[in-house]
């Protein structure tokens, strides 16, 4: 079996509301879909979101980089040979991990359909039963906060993710303590200030201000790149700390490993270059006792997928936020949600359905690769 032929759309996904975070506002989420084909008429699908303010990617960026290095470098070559489709890949084009990410996803998507098996059962098997997701609130003023955090639970959620870090740390403050006094003690709380506090001093004063919060973890504190800053402040709480965007390459893991820089890792594919290397990340994590979450850069049906798959067949991954469907108002794949559970086809390969109707409509470019014989 051999890829022949590629597809590229560029699509923006529409929100039901804008996504806020410390670092951006965004109307809609743009991504590059991948289609792969063989010679023996397989298709599979693959996803990229990129995020230039954590990968250095833009995502016309990496449509440009599929279409022009990385599809050609692998056309030809047989979606099992993933190890060496990844030297491949690596070999033509330095990091840009997210559009790595979209070759990788649609040649597992190929192997299961191939085999007939879902992906996480070539990957490891099922390790876990049931796949959860909280509720994500993007930052808004306490009061709506905590109003939407109890709606939340009203509506079947078990977990809440906070988004914080636009403001001042202590307006952040105000946010988590006003959401925990209006879900009460028992709900499970996550912060994500997706480096935010900006300096240990900063987010180790904030810290302190919600030891007694009761809250699962805070993620990444501060800026990605200071590490010795994060095992500061990991001293100096008893609450987890979690490594997000501080963590994209295999080298990040054992940095943040030698200088015990996290409770908690969130390995994400597109940070990391797909489902291959994020299972190679979880399970070197395994061997130095931390626990991981596979987490989103807001995917579709079929980035999303990809991530839930991967978290099945691994036994440390013990939490998952793949919730980009549920935040948009039009989608091109099936992938299934009863709060707080994710239903997870058992299929072969993604066991995602795209409806080729809404992928034309949401496309604002496309190129083909190939055709029927290399």
Request: a positive charge; glycine letters at 10%; proline letters at 0%.
């Given at each position: 079996m051999k890829i022949t032929k590629a597809t590229l759309y560029a699509v923006r996904f529409p929100l039901k509301e804008p996504f806020i975070i410390s670092y951006a506002t965004y109307p809609d989420m743009p991504a590059v879909i991948l289609e792969l084909e063989t010679d023996t008429g397989l298709i599979g699908f693959g996803e990229s979101v990129a995020d230039e303010h954590v990968t250095g990617e833009f995502f016309l960026g990496a449509f440009e980089n599929l279409k022009e290095v990385l599809v050609p470098a692998i056309l030809g070559m047989n979606p099992f040979d993933i190890e060496a489709i990844h030297a491949k890949m690596d070999s033509a084009l330095v990091r840009n991990p997210a559009a790595k990410a979209a070759v990788d996803i649609a040649c597992f998507d190929l192997m299961g359909k191939a085999t007939g098996l879902p992906v996480y059962q070539l990957i490891g098997g099922k390790t876990n039963e049931r796949l959860t997701y909280p509720k994500v609130l993007s930052i808004e003023s306490p009061e709506i906060m905590a109003t939407k955090a109890v709606q939340a639970i009203e509506d079947?959620?078990?977990?809440?993710?906070?988004?914080?870090?636009?403001?001042?740390?202590?307006?952040?403050?105000?946010?988590?303590?006003a959401v925990r006094e209006a879900v009460g003690p028992a709900v499970p709380i996550r912060v994500d200030v997706n480096q935010g506090w900006k300096t240990p001093g900063i987010a180790s004063a904030a810290v302190r201000q919600l030891e007694g919060l009761d809250l699962s973890w805070i993620e990444q504190p501060i800026r990605m790149s200071d590490l010795h800053g994060l095992a500061e402040i990991r001293t100096k709480t008893a609450v987890p700390i979690m490594a997000d965007e501080s963590l994209q390459t295999m080298e990040d893991l054992l940095e943040i490993i030698r200088l015990g820089a996290a409770d908690v890792i969130n390995i994400k594919l597109m940070k990391c270059g797909g489902i291959y290397p994020a299972a190679q990340l979880a399970k070197t994590a395994e061997a130095a006792g931390l626990a991981c979450q596979v987490g989103s850069m807001v995917e579709s049906s079929v980035g999303s997928a990809a991530g839930y798959h991967t978290a099945m067949a691994r036994n440390n991954i013990e939490t998952t936020e793949l919730t980009g469907p549920l935040l948009f108002s039009e989608e091109i794949g099936d992938l299934q949600y009863i709060h707080p559970n994710v239903l997870l086809a058992d299929k072969p390969g993604l066991g995602v359905t795209i409806d080729r109707a809404q992928l034309a409509k949401l496309t604002v470019k496309t190129h083909i690769i190939g055709g029927t014989t290399v």
């Open positions: 079947g959620y078990t977990s809440l993710k906070l988004k914080v870090g636009a403001d001042k740390a202590q307006d952040d403050v105000d946010r988590i303590k």
